[in-house]
């Protein structure tokens, strides 16, 4: 069973450009979670989605956005990339049985902004 | 105070020894807790859940204290292979986020 996969691994971009981070959950999974990891520093929640539908989002400024589809893919898009957006952006997929809850992480996509 | 809070470490251990890691949390909603491992710039992935009557997994024990709002991870004749970050991670009742430590950095030397 193929896990979370994400794309780009590397985007390399200059400030005041967009950027956009792709995620396929593990097949079955409704729910994907978007962090952010800057250098030395913990994961930052971004954004939740299930079944199709924004239903959080973390302390980040509105060009932080995104939207999962149909198939539960998601999509990160940055927007105005600052300097400080430089990170590693990670994307998890939860599975729930009863009791038992899950996140399961892609390798993420090393985002570097100059 | 922060959400979740750990030691960032680094413990600095040889090969063969016991070392224990404590996270705090502020809500005491939280419901879900799990011990993640991080290896340099790759992704977490999922080490333990945490059980309210503790639970073992091989070298490994994690251990709950709602009163004082703690959670532990106990590893035992650690492995070259053990040296990595080590993130707890809190889920509030309802909330549906997992909130992350900043992680503890572990060591383990020849």
């Known amino acids: 069973e193929a896990g979370v996969t994400q794309s780009p691994t590397h985007l390399i971009k200059t400030r005041g450009q967009q950027a956009t981070l792709r995620c396929s959950p593990i097949?079955?999974?409704?729910?994907v979670y978007w962090y952010q990891q800057a250098l030395g520093l913990g994961l930052q929640f971004l954004l939740w989605?299930?079944?199709?539908?924004?239903?959080n989002r973390g302390n980040f400024p509105p060009r932080f956005s995104g939207r999962q589809f149909p198939n539960y893919s998601s999509e990160l898009n940055v927007n105005a990339l600052e300097l400080e957006d430089s990170a590693l952006y990670l994307c998890?997929?939860?599975?729930?049985?009863?009791?038992?809850?899950?996140?399961?992480f892609g390798s993420g996509t090393q985002l570097s902004v100059l | 105070r922060k959400e979740v809070e750990q030691d960032p470490g680094p413990f600095n251990v040889p090969e063969g020894a016991t070392v224990a890691f404590n996270c705090t949390y502020s809500?005491?909603?939280?419901?879900?807790f799990f011990w993640y491992r991080q290896d340099c710039r790759k992704e977490p992935k999922l080490l333990m859940s945490v059980y309210s009557s503790g639970n073992e997994d091989g070298r490994f024990t994690a251990q709950l204290n709602r009163a004082s709002q703690y959670i532990s991870l106990l590893i035992r004749d650690s492995k070259l292979s053990d040296s990595a970050t080590y993130l707890c991670?809190?889920?509030?009742?309802?909330?549906?986020?997992?909130?992350f430590g900043r992680g503890t950095s572990l060591i383990v030397h020849p």
């Open positions: 991670v809190v889920m509030a009742g309802g909330s549906y986020i997992p909130t």
């Open positions: 097949s079955g999974h409704t729910s």
């Open positions: 998890a997929s939860r599975f729930i049985r009863g009791r038992n809850e899950k996140l399961f």
């Open positions: 809500n005491s909603a939280s419901q879900s």
């Open positions: 989605y299930d079944e199709g539908e924004e239903r």
